[in-house]
Every structure is written in C-alpha cells, then in structure tokens.
C-alpha cells in the first residue's frame, strides 16, 4: 500500500511565526502536491512538484513555499505565518506519465492552527 | 482553467433510497477521480475513469463519465449509513494536476 505521512496532525503556531509542514511517501512516486482544504471551499491546490528540486506553483501560492531535496520529502514552509493560513494542509503523492491512472494517494493531514 | 461544479453540495438521504451526484467540468479532460472523506479523515480514492462511456461500480457506488457532456455522476444504489461521507470529483488536467470540485456532503438517515 501507498504510505503518505504528514509528520504533525495538529499544529498551533503564533503569528509571524516560520512554519514547516513534513511529507514523506514511501512508493518512490515523482509527483507531489501540497493542498489546503477550507470548508465550502474544497481542496486548492497551493504547489506541486514534479521531480526533485523542480516545482511549480499551483492556485493559491500566495504566503507559501516549498522545498524537495529528496524524491520521497516534500516541505510546505510558511514564511510568516499568518491567521487566514489556518486550515487543513494535506499531502499527496501520485506516480509519473508513465503510469496508467495517475491517482494522488493523500496524507492524513496537518491541522494547522495560527493564533 | 479548468472549474468544476458538483451538485448537490448537501444531500440527505434516507436509507434504501438512491440518488446521483452529478459533476459537471468545464475544459477536455482525459480523466477523472471519484474520492470519499470521512469526518476528520483524508481522502481516499474511490473510482478512475479513463475514457468516455467508462463505468466503475463498488458495491452501492457507480460512477460514471462522459466526455463530451464534461459530465460524471455517482450513482447510490440502495444507500446505506455507512456511506455518510463527502464525495469529491476531480477531473484531470493536461498535466499531473487534479481540480477538486467543492464535494457533497451526503448523510444517510435511518
């Protein structure tokens, strides 16, 4: 089975605090995402990467970052953390092109509380 | 860019009845995912469908999809508490990417 593991399911965090959100996956897949989830908003998509060190903004950009050093980590950095960043950040992981059907497998999430 | 729209956003269902969650997209998209949350759990992966005219059924859930209408739909046969959840559609873009429709949340009553 596809293992995603978010390496916190709560978090609080002060205001204009750095904020590192962990995430690895086990199944040696190339693609990684990192989304928000907001109720009656659904999941938005804030960066995904490809392969490492490559990475590409997604819709809602605006406050993050991220980092991939290795295949299987991916990190959401929060530069200065902000109070409209609390939320659910989830992680997810799914194979390259070269797979039939691309499925994202998601992490369990990261509550995320900015006070 | 790809929107999505999934209708209803809230569906409470009684048990035994059936229902269809329908999940209209906007571009081309060569795919599309079906996921199911539980309250306070992640998503999990519940359908792919690949082309047009595509058909997935799991127990009391089918899904599924026409192309050229940009259309799926979740079907509930019979349903049962046990399927109290939110349904999300994600089409495919020409990419890796997934777009997230909002989700039904659907709440099945004795």
């Known amino acids: 089975d596809v293992k995603v593991t978010q390496s916190s399911r709560y978090l609080v965090k002060r205001t204009g605090e750095k904020v590192f959100l962990e995430c690895v996956q086990d199944?040696?897949?190339?693609?990684m995402f990192w989304y928000r989830q907001d109720p009656g908003l659904g999941l938005r998509l804030i960066y995904f990467?490809?392969?490492?060190?490559?990475?590409e903004k997604g819709d809602i950009p605006e406050g993050y970052s991220v980092s991939r050093e290795k295949k299987e980590r991916f990190s959401l950095i929060l530069e200065s953390a902000s109070t409209n960043q609390t939320s659910m950040y989830l992680c997810?992981?799914?194979?390259?092109?070269?797979?039939?059907?691309?499925?994202?497998?998601f992490g369990a999430g990261t509550r995320l509380s900015v006070l | 860019e790809l929107k999505v729209e999934q209708n209803p956003l809230f569906l409470s269902m009684q048990e035994g009845k059936n229902y269809t969650i329908y999940c209209n997209y906007s571009?081309?998209?060569?795919?599309l995912y079906w996921y199911r949350q539980d309250p306070g759990k992640s998503l999990e992966s519940l359908f792919v469908?690949?082309?047009?005219?595509a058909v997935k059924q799991e127990g009391r859930l089918m899904a599924s999809l026409d192309t050229k209408a940009r259309l799926s739909t979740l079907h509930i046969t019979a349903a049962v508490h046990d399927l109290s959840a939110t349904y999300f559609c994600?089409?495919?873009?020409?990419?890796?990417?997934?777009?997230f429709g909002k989700g039904t949340l659907l709440t099945v009553n004795p």
């Open positions: 997810a992981s799914s194979p390259g092109l070269a797979a039939i059907n691309l499925i994202q497998y």
């Open positions: 199944m040696d897949h190339e693609n």
């Open positions: 994600a089409p495919g873009g020409s990419n890796y990417k997934l777009t």
């Open positions: 990467s490809y392969d490492v060190k490559m990475k």
């Open positions: 469908l690949l082309s047009n005219g």
């Open positions: 571009t081309t998209s060569d795919r």
